[in-house]
Every structure is written in C-alpha cells, then in structure tokens.
C-alpha cells in the first residue's frame, strides 16, 4: 500500500475504478464545496478518496482523518472547524505526509489564520496509541475510502472507538463488496490497492462495528463502483462494489427509549431550513418527527444536541436497536439513486 500510492500512482486518474470519482461536487453543501475550492490544485491531484465525509456542525471540533493522504480532506477540515478547531490527518505513506506538510502554511494563509490548525502524523490508522493519539480526544474521525486498503478492520474501529470521546462520531466513506470476498483475491497485489480485495461485505461491516461498542450504522449516501479494467473485472467476477458513506456514534452506556418525538431547531450553519442526517432521517425545521430510541440518543449525546428539542415517547426499554438491516444496504441506495453513477463515472476502459 505504501508503495501502490506512495510512488506508483500520479494522480487519481491512474486508479481502475470509479471509486474516486463516485460523488460530484454539486451534491455537496455549499460551505463544504466552498471550503474544498480553496484547497491547493497539488493536493487536490493527489487525493484518492471514494466519497464526501463531510458532515454537518464541525466548528471548533477536534477532527481525526484517517489516511489522510494528500490532505485534500484536512485542510477543507480545517477551514470548517475554523481557528477554534483543530484537524489531525494520520497517514502511512511517508511521501503522502511529506507532501501534506508542504502545505500547511499555504492553507493557514488561505484562511486568515494566526496559527496552523492542521497537524500531519505518519503512523498507522490500527494502531492510533503508537501515533502518540491519546483516548477521548477527538469529536470527530473521518476517513475517505482508506479504511478497504487496511486488512484488519477491527483493529481500526477499535482504535477510532478508543480515541473519540463520548458522544463522538465516526464518519466515514469507504468500499463494500456484495458479497464476501474470497481468500484468493486478497493475494493480489492491484485488487488490494484498488481496495477491492480488501473491501468489507456490507453486512459484515454492519456487526463489526456493532460489536465494538458502536451505535447501529447509519447509511448517509451510496453509489455503484464501476471497474475499468476488464482484467481485474475478471477477477472479481460476480462480486459488486458500491461506495459508501455511514457514520456512527460513541455513546454513553445508558438505558435506550423505545421512541421519541425530536425537533430540530435550524440552528446549525448552513442547514438551517433541514439537516438530512441519513438517508432515512431528514430533519426539517421546527416539524416534530418520532425516531427510535437510538436516534434520540445519538441526538442528545452527541455535538448536535443543543440543535434538537426531545420529547421521549415511551420510556420502557424492551429491546436493543432492530438488526434488520436491509435499509442500510448500499447497493439498495445506490439503485436507487441510479442516474449518479452515470453522471459520475469516467470513460470504461
């Protein structure tokens, strides 16, 4: 991996899949295409990433970018946090962290700043405590399509588990398989750095990430993952792959209500008339909606809880969040969203 993008890949136009071209800027709000326009053409060429982490109400957070790369991500972080915040971008790759460095400056003048709010770390995203990343001090991790190029995803999710702090959010896009992906796959060298050997079944990454502690995911968008290369398509065979952005939550070990009637106050930069927090829950201004028990949690816990008014409904707490999970699937989505992929995907090869 560090090779595969450290030297051996130019730009994101030299990747076999439309991966990194899955998401148009025209879908994004307009603070987050705003910020990324102000990002340095240099870095904006070296940027490999899948999808738009970008959620709503990052000012002064402390904010976590795993794989940081380039930095693309990073340095629109740290626009939206503002001088108050401060963004930390982690990377293996030394020629990545190099060149993300070289832009510090650049950006903190781009933005008015006194002081630098972006600090580059080399290390890996399984083992964040050797990075010199402390417990509980981060509000925010994000992380762009890096998480698939990474074999063990527990160690990942546990390492971004330890080091939010309580009410914390992890979000993130990344690549999904439709199915499990075979051992003979993962032997080869351009299907990994594709992120395609080493892409999750959807599935799996839902109980996976349940089983380290996190909230039940939440899926924000999704769309289908076209491969250029007729040979690695051979490889892949009945195997779909879908970029996907979900995001979870750390939450305090309390007692969950079964529902609750929750209204959003318009109070977050940007969104005022609506937050689309997934793609199941669009919060309008001032128009109660009834949420399961979970949702009101990560409302209430969570930085956005001075945006929400909550009534809980029902105070029994009979059951665990429902594990039918057919909502979250992304390949579902991104049928359903089909014309993006058309609009989006490059030239097949």
């Known amino acids: 991996m560090q090779k595969y993008y450290g030297s051996r890949l130019e730009s994101s136009c030299d990747l076999q899949t439309t991966a990194v071209s899955s998401c148009s800027l025209s879908s994004m709000p307009q603070i987050v295409r705003e910020a990324l326009s102000l990002v340095h053409p240099e870095v904006i060429k070296k940027f490999f990433g899948c999808g ?8 002064e957070c402390r904010v ?80 762009n399509c890096v998480i698939c190029l990474c074999p063990d995803k527990l160690s990942v999710l546990k390492a971004a588990y330890s080091v939010l702090k309580e009410g914390g959010e992890m979000y993130f896009s990344d690549m999904y398989a439709s199915k499990p992906v075979p051992d003979h796959m993962k032997q080869d060298a351009v299907l990994w750095g594709e992120g395609m050997a080493g892409s999750l079944y959807w599935q799996d990454f839902i109980s996976l990430a349940v089983s380290v502690g996190f909230s039940t995911p939440h899926l ?15 490889k892949a065979g009945d195997i779909q792959y879908a970029s ?40 309008k201004k001032d128009m109660p909606t009834t949420v399961n028990g979970e949702v009101a949690l990560i409302l209430q816990s969570s930085r956005f809880s001075p945006d929400f008014e909550i009534k809980v409904l029902d105070k029994t707490n009979a059951s665990s969040p429902s594990q039918q999970y057919c909502h979250l699937n992304p390949f579902r989505l991104a049928d359903q969203l089909g014309s993006a992929v058309l ?4 030239t097949s090869k």
């Open 343 to 346: 609009q989006c995907s490059k």
């Open 220 to 234: 924000v968008s999704a769309s289908q993952i076209i491969v250029q290369n007729d040979e690695l398509k051979a």
């Open 244 to 283: 996907a952005t979900y995001r979870l939550f750390k939450l305090p070990n309390k007692p969950v209500c079964a529902e609750a009637e929750v209204t959003y106050k318009g109070t977050i930069h940007g969104f005022q008339e609506q937050l689309n927090f997934d793609s199941s829950h669009n919060f």
């Open 64 to 143: 976590l970018d795993l794989g940081s790369g380039s930095g693309r991500d990073c340095f629109a972080f740290s626009k939206l946090v503002g001088p108050n915040g401060h963004v930390t971008g982690i990377d293996m790759t030394e020629e990545m962290i190099t060149l993300s460095q070289q832009y510090i400056q650049y950006h903190q003048e781009k933005f008015g700043y006194m002081k630098p709010n972006v600090t580059f770390v080399q290390g890996y995203m399984e083992k964040l405590s050797e990075a010199g990343l402390q417990k509980d001090s981060f509000d925010v991790i994000l992380s």
């Open 52 to 59: 738009l982490p970008f959620p709503a109400k990052l000012e």
